[in-house]
């Protein structure tokens, strides 16, 4: 079988290709470090199976970052058949820069010229046989978000790929020229495979270079010590750079041809950026956006309807279809003869009315499937109240689940999440932190998993273990169902979208705040410069997002079937038998988790929510919810908690909430953290989680549970917690000011 390697600059639609011949749904988040390592999948609509290999995105192949070390080993070492080299059209010169490179490497070469359709937007064409006979491979125009001509891009490599090529070199017209003719004809002579790419390399002093020929390197300097440019003087990579760069500008600046008169004022991206890139105003309308999703995804009451106006919906039985049957405690059990119901409060969002029809629609699943079983029996008891209702609570809430990530998946989509990693870097770097690991941590709104994977972009120890420490903080897909569950629950003006909202506001704020406190303990560190380049803003495909969606819900079915079935059954067992469990079954309060959620009951007992009779069931909720974050929502669903039967107050709510959302995350996160991050690094991390969930839901009980009582007891007490605050940032200004006096 042969295998084709797509090879490019960041953000030049590898991964848009990729997904498009292979017909995966791997991630595309429109900025650069998405794909951290080589991906694999299949292209079967030729004579022969294709496997594709999608590179991460590099600027040179040049060992100076993990992404750039992971290509060049791959081209270098697992020898592909052909190498596809996505470039960019709207930006071609540059995205030239590394064909240059890969042009020295011995393996059969094409390019595809990707994104053609938005330079004839901007009234040019781009000359593709000048480009062929220039560059010496075939050039195919793509468009790989429409799925334009990928086949017939296909096909061309195949041809390539059935024939021989030898590296060729722009360096021309150069004294270094023959250096670099002397070093290729030496690793000739050695057998050295690509010899002309490791020559150049090496006349660059590469450090891998270095490494493995050291008999060579005394070639190169002593050609040094005669050598020197009126520029760069002798540092032989820059002038190869600008030797380079020189080439592609000569050559190939005039292949661009205009087809009609360009507008010589601002695109249309520009336009919005202006806005949406403000220095002032880009996070808060970032904030709003976010805040709008959030409200129709989690409102019961449609843009305040109800509230301002007093709208509600007043019909007969039939619209109760249409507004969900399971749209608990708003329909009157009078309807059910087809008579006038009273009003709904307000206008569900679409995400509440979706959830509030998933809701009716799995629970009468689960009722004709229980009327054909017989009652009374244990294994009844297991697949009826046990799996099947864990499951279908969760199961309720992935409509709104799916619904927040297609929102997320637009704005991705279009473009706009790469400009809040390019307004949150000027935030950031105050704290520590570059818009490089912001990328991760905006990756965890999906999965921590591949968000800490995505930390292997960050050359520095120091930022890579911050953020992973960071990253759950961003809360994840499997915890939106806990948030939802608890958003019917929250009382009085709390409404359910700003509960949630609040929530990840809350996530981001305490992320910044541990930024801070770790810094301020922490060496002096410079924060590495972040460069990215803004994609331009375009209509999300809907191809695109249903794979996304897809993608989403592929993976929950693959933990409902395993880990979370697993989990239910294990708690339904401990919940219906005592530790005599041959004895039979027993009441709840009697069995093995009882005994298990009152002793640890004693340790969440201060936070609120760990209180009452019920506060153990809280207790071991949260402890299942290190297996699965889903488990959380299963497991109280099993214990009786569901929506109607929490008793809890608001302040309990939100800090069970935000314990939930700070500590320790899945298992399968743990693990990832561990394998990412320092020795060190990683215990601080497992102790920070643990420490910060069980203070800042401390905090949150006690503030809420001050107002609750009394608004001016809960003023006193965030005052207190003010001056302690500003008391500890006086004392590490002050221990900074004298470290730095000391030095």
């Given at each position: 079988?042969?295998?084709f390697?797509?090879?490019?600059n960041?953000?030049?639609?590898?991964?848009?290709?990729f997904?498009?011949?292979?017909?995966a749904?791997?991630?595309?988040?429109?900025?650069?470090g998405v794909t951290?390592?080589?991906?694999?999948?299949k292209?079967?609509?030729l004579?022969?199976?294709?496997?594709?290999?999608?590179?991460?995105?590099?600027?040179?192949?040049?060992?100076?970052?993990?992404?750039?070390?992971?290509?060049?080993?791959?081209v270098?070492?697992?020898?592909?058949?052909?190498?596809?080299n996505?470039?960019?059209a709207?930006?071609?010169e540059?995205?030239?820069?590394?064909?240059?490179?890969?042009?020295?490497i011995?393996?059969?070469?094409?390019i595809?010229?990707?994104?053609?359709?938005?330079?004839?937007k901007?009234?040019?064409?781009?000359?593709?046989?000048?480009?062929?006979?220039k560059?010496?491979v075939?050039?195919?125009?793509?468009?790989?978000?429409?799925?334009?001509?990928i086949d017939?891009?296909?096909?061309?490599?195949?041809?390539?790929?059935?024939?021989?090529r030898?590296?060729?070199?722009?360096?021309?017209?150069?004294d270094?020229?023959?250096?670099?003719q002397?070093?290729?004809?030496?690793?000739?002579?050695?057998g050295v495979?690509?010899?002309l790419?490791h020559?150049?390399?090496?006349v660059?002093?590469?450090?891998?270079?270095v490494?493995?020929?050291?008999?060579l390197v005394?070639?190169?300097?002593?050609?040094?010590?005669?050598?020197?440019?009126?520029?760069?003087?002798?540092d032989f990579?820059?002038?190869?750079?600008?030797?380079?760069?020189?080439?592609?500008?000569?050559y190939?600046?005039n292949?661009?041809?205009k087809?009609?008169?360009?507008?010589?004022?601002?695109?249309?991206?520009?336009?919005?950026?202006?806005?949406l890139?403000?220095?002032w105003?880009?996070?808060?309308?970032?904030?709003l956006?976010?805040?709008?999703?959030?409200?129709?995804?989690?409102?019961?009451?449609?843009?305040?309807?109800?509230?301002?106006?007093?709208?509600?919906?007043q019909s007969?039985?039939?619209?109760?279809?249409?507004?969900?049957?399971?749209?608990?405690?708003?329909?009157?059990?009078?309807t059910?003869?087809?008579?006038?119901?009273?009003?709904?409060?307000?206008?569900?969002?679409?995400g509440?009315f979706l959830?509030?029809?998933?809701?009716?629609l799995?629970?009468?699943i689960i009722?004709l499937f229980?009327?054909?079983?017989?009652?009374?029996?244990?294994?009844?008891g297991?697949?009826?109240?046990?799996?099947?209702?864990?499951?279908?609570?969760?199961?309720?809430?992935?409509?709104?689940?799916?619904?927040?990530?297609?929102?997320?998946s637009?704005?991705e989509?279009?473009?706009?999440?790469?400009?809040?990693?390019?307004?949150?870097?000027?935030?950031?770097?105050k704290?520590?932190?570059?818009?490089?690991?912001?990328?991760?941590?905006?990756?965890?709104?999906?999965?921590?998993?591949?968000?800490?994977?995505?930390?292997?972009?960050?050359?520095?120890?120091?930022?890579r273990?911050?953020?992973?420490?960071?990253?759950?903080?961003?809360?994840?897909?499997a915890?939106?169902?806990?948030?939802?569950?608890?958003?019917?629950?929250?009382?009085?003006?709390?409404?359910?979208d700003v509960f949630?909202f609040?929530i990840?506001?809350l996530?981001?704020?305490?992320?910044?705040?541990?930024?801070?406190?770790?810094?301020?303990?922490?060496?002096?560190?410079?924060?590495p410069?972040?460069?990215?380049?803004?994609?331009?803003?375009?209509?999300?495909?809907?191809?695109?997002?249903?794979?996304?969606?897809?993608?989403k819900?592929?993976?929950f079915?693959?933990?409902?079937?395993?880990?979370?079935?697993?989990?239910?059954?294990l708690?339904w067992?401990?919940?219906?038998?005592?530790w005599?469990?041959?004895?039979?079954?027993?009441?709840?309060?009697?069995s093995?988790?009882?005994?298990?959620?009152?002793?640890?009951?004693?340790?969440f007992?201060?936070l609120?929510?760990?209180?009452?009779?019920?506060?153990?069931?809280?207790?071991v909720?949260s402890i299942t919810g290190?297996?699965a974050k889903?488990?959380?929502?299963?497991?109280?669903?099993?214990?009786?908690?569901i929506?109607?039967?929490?008793?809890?107050?608001n302040?309990?709510i939100?800090?069970?909430?935000?314990y939930?959302?700070?500590?320790?995350?899945?298992?399968?996160?743990?693990?990832?953290?561990?394998s990412e991050?320092s020795k060190?690094?990683f215990r601080?991390?497992?102790?920070?989680w643990?420490?910060?969930s069980?203070v800042?839901?401390?905090?949150?009980?006690?503030?809420?549970?001050?107002?609750?009582?009394?608004?001016w007891?809960?003023?006193?007490?965030?005052?207190?917690?003010?001056g302690i605050?500003?008391?500890?940032?006086?004392?590490?200004v002050?221990r900074?000011?004298?470290?730095?006096?000391?030095?």
């Amino acid at each position: 079988m042969k295998r084709f390697a797509l090879a490019g600059n960041p953000n030049c639609g590898k991964t848009t290709l990729f997904n498009s011949l292979t017909g995966a749904t791997a991630h595309v988040g429109n900025w650069p470090g998405v794909t951290v390592d080589k991906r694999e999948g299949k292209y079967k609509k030729l004579k022969e199976v294709i496997n594709i290999v999608d590179l991460p995105g590099i600027y040179s192949l040049s060992p100076y970052t993990p992404e750039e070390v992971v290509s060049r080993n791959y081209v270098l070492d697992e020898k592909p058949d052909c190498i596809i080299n996505v470039v960019d059209a709207t930006n071609l010169e540059r995205n030239l820069y590394l064909t240059t490179q890969l042009l020295e490497i011995d393996v059969p070469m094409v390019i595809a010229l990707n994104m053609m359709d938005e330079v004839k937007k901007k009234g040019q064409n781009i000359n593709v046989k000048e480009l062929e006979r220039k560059l010496g491979v075939p050039v195919v125009e793509i468009s790989a978000l429409k799925g334009e001509k990928i086949d017939d891009l296909m096909k061309v490599a195949l041809d390539a790929s059935n024939s021989s090529r030898k590296g060729t070199t722009v360096i021309e017209n150069s004294d270094l020229t023959h250096l670099i003719q002397d070093v290729t004809i030496a690793f000739t002579g050695m057998g050295v495979e690509n010899p002309l790419f490791h020559a150049v390399k090496l006349v660059e002093l590469d450090e891998i270079e270095v490494k493995n020929h050291e008999n060579l390197v005394p070639m190169v300097n002593d050609f040094k010590k005669t050598f020197k440019d009126d520029v760069f003087g002798n540092d032989f990579e820059a002038i190869i750079a600008d030797k380079r760069y020189a080439y592609i500008n000569k050559y190939f600046s005039n292949v661009v041809v205009k087809t009609k008169k360009e507008d010589g004022g601002l695109t249309k991206s520009d336009k919005i950026d202006k806005v949406l890139t403000n220095k002032w105003a880009g996070i808060p309308i970032f904030l709003l956006i976010m805040f709008v999703v959030f409200h129709f995804v989690f409102s019961k009451d449609l843009l305040g309807l109800n509230a301002i106006f007093g709208l509600e919906i007043q019909s007969k039985g039939w619209i109760n279809f249409f507004t969900g049957m399971g749209y608990q405690g708003l329909v009157d059990e009078a309807t059910k003869a087809g008579e006038v119901f009273t009003g709904l409060a307000g206008i569900p969002s679409l995400g509440v009315f979706l959830q509030s029809w998933m809701g009716w629609l799995t629970g009468s699943i689960i009722d004709l499937f229980a009327s054909f079983m017989p009652e009374g029996t244990w294994y009844t008891g297991l697949v009826c109240d046990g799996i099947l209702t864990g499951i279908d609570s969760i199961f309720s809430f992935i409509p709104q689940v799916l619904l927040l990530f297609l929102f997320i998946s637009i704005l991705e989509d279009s473009g706009y999440m790469a400009r809040v990693a390019f307004i949150m870097d000027r935030a950031f770097r105050k704290f520590g932190l570059s818009g490089k690991s912001f990328i991760p941590l905006l990756m965890g709104f999906g999965c921590s998993v591949p968000a800490m994977m995505g930390t292997k972009t960050l050359e520095d120890e120091r930022e890579r273990d911050l953020t992973i420490r960071l990253t759950p903080f961003f809360s994840c897909g499997a915890k939106a169902p806990i948030w939802a569950l608890l958003a019917t629950c929250v009382a009085g003006s709390f409404l359910g979208d700003v509960f949630v909202f609040s929530i990840y506001l809350l996530g981001i704020a305490i992320a910044i705040v541990s930024a801070l406190v770790i810094k301020a303990f922490s060496k002096h560190y410079e924060v590495p410069p972040f460069i990215m380049e803004l994609p331009a803003y375009h209509r999300p495909q809907v191809k695109n997002l249903l794979a996304h969606l897809w993608d989403k819900f592929k993976h929950f079915l693959y933990k409902a079937s395993t880990i979370i079935t697993a989990s239910i059954i294990l708690i339904w067992f401990l919940s219906n038998f005592g530790w005599a469990f041959w004895n039979g079954m027993v009441d709840i309060e009697k069995s093995m988790l009882a005994d298990i959620g009152k002793v640890l009951q004693y340790v969440f007992y201060p936070l609120g929510w760990a209180q009452g009779a019920d506060g153990w069931k809280y207790s071991v909720a949260s402890i299942t919810g290190l297996i699965a974050k889903e488990d959380v929502v299963a497991t109280m669903a099993n214990l009786g908690l569901i929506e109607g039967t929490i008793n809890l107050s608001n302040a309990a709510i939100y800090s069970f909430a935000a314990y939930n959302l700070f500590t320790l995350p899945c298992f399968a996160a743990v693990a990832t953290a561990k394998s990412e991050s320092s020795k060190k690094g990683f215990r601080v991390t497992l102790a920070w989680w643990l420490l910060a969930s069980y203070v800042i839901s401390f905090i949150v009980y006690w503030v809420g549970h001050s107002f609750e009582l009394y608004w001016w007891l809960g003023l006193i007490v965030v005052l207190v917690l003010v001056g302690i605050c500003v008391g500890l940032g006086y004392y590490i200004v002050n221990r900074n000011k004298k470290a730095a006096v000391a030095a």
